[in-house]
Each structure stands twice: as structure tokens, then as C-alpha cells.
């Protein structure tokens, strides 16, 4: 690690901690040549494989950004997506996988969305799993009502 004010290759970590939720760890760091100390942040990168082939890292800002398209005019609060991103991120990581294919994101997002609100999860479901007809449309909210009666029995 190179000191960001000197740019000598040489740093020591004086303190290691890990951060509130587990996912990083804090280190303090000295660099041996100017004495001067800064922190960095160590994350492990999880890795999205899109259908195209490409793969890129993870991010949790996208996951809420679809969602919030979902939510649009929907009573659907900024902490109320920032909680599902959170909840996504933390169940594929927690799959154990450092490679996830692009559907398995989608997979996570249905059931906390279902959960916060019915109609966003409609709309993000009918374009995720392209629905064609109105008979997807029907079928989807018919598991939707006879979850909600099992739930109420």
C-alpha cells in the first residue's frame, strides 16, 4: 500500500477493525517514511455475470435504482429501499459465491419487494420475467392472493 501523501511503497498497519456490518474491515495505517497515517477500507468485490458475458462488480445502488422504478408513485420510502438494497446484498453474499449471474439478483429482489409492496412487485416482475400476455399478469396475482389467504389462516 503506498502512502497517499508521500507515495513511499512501504506502510505499516498499526490497527485492524472490522466494520459495524461485518462486510469490510477498517485498517490504520503509518507509512515508515513520512510518519503520517491514514486509514483504508478493504471490501471483498462480489461479481455480477450479465447474460451478455460480461461481469462486473456488484453494486447496491443499482439493485435500489431498479426498485425505485418499480416504486415510482408508490408509498415506498428512500430508507425502505435502502433496507431492501441491504437485504439483497447481504443474502447473495451470503450464498458464498464471488461470481452470481445477473438472474439470481433478480431472484433475491422479488421476495423482500414482494413484502414492501404488492403492486412495485408486480411491475418489477413483469419486466424481469417478461410477462407477454395478461394471463402472466392474472397468474401472478392469483399467487399473490392465495399467499395472502395462507398467510391470513
Known amino acids: 500500500m503506498h502512502c497517499p501523501f508521500c507515495r513511499h511503497p512501504d506502510t505499516r498497519v498499526v490497527d485492524s477493525r472490522s466494520t459495524e456490518d461485518g462486510a469490510a ?10 510518519g503520517r497515517r491514514f486509514t483504508t477500507q478493504e471490501t471483498v468485490l462480489l461479481m455480477v455475470s450479465k447474460r451478455s458475458g ?5 453494486s447496491r445502488d443499482k439493485v435500489v435504482a431498479g426498485v425505485r422504478r418499480a416504486c415510482q408513485g408508490r408509498p415506498v420510502g428512500e430508507d425502505s429501499l435502502a433496507q431492501l438494497g441491504q437485504l439483497v446484498e447481504e443474502n447473495i453474499r451470503g450464498t458464498g459465491c464471488a461470481e452470481i449471474a445477473s438472474h439470481e439478483v433478480g431472484l433475491a429482489i422479488l421476495g423482500p419487494l414482494r ?11 413483469s419486466v424481469y420475467r417478461g410477462f407477454e400476455t395478461l394471463a ?3 397468474a401472478e396475482i392469483e399467487q399473490l392472493r392465495g399467499a395472502r389467504t395462507a398467510v391470513q389462516q
Request: glycine share 0%; net charge negative; aromatic share 14%.
Open 136 to 138: 402472466d399478469f392474472e
Open 25 to 34: 474491515i477498517r485498517r490504520r495505517r503509518t507509512c515508515s517514511e513520512c
Open 115 to 125: 413484502e414492501l409492496d404488492e403492486v412495485a412487485y408486480l411491475r418489477f416482475a
Open 54 to 58: 460480461v461481469t462486473e462488480p456488484f
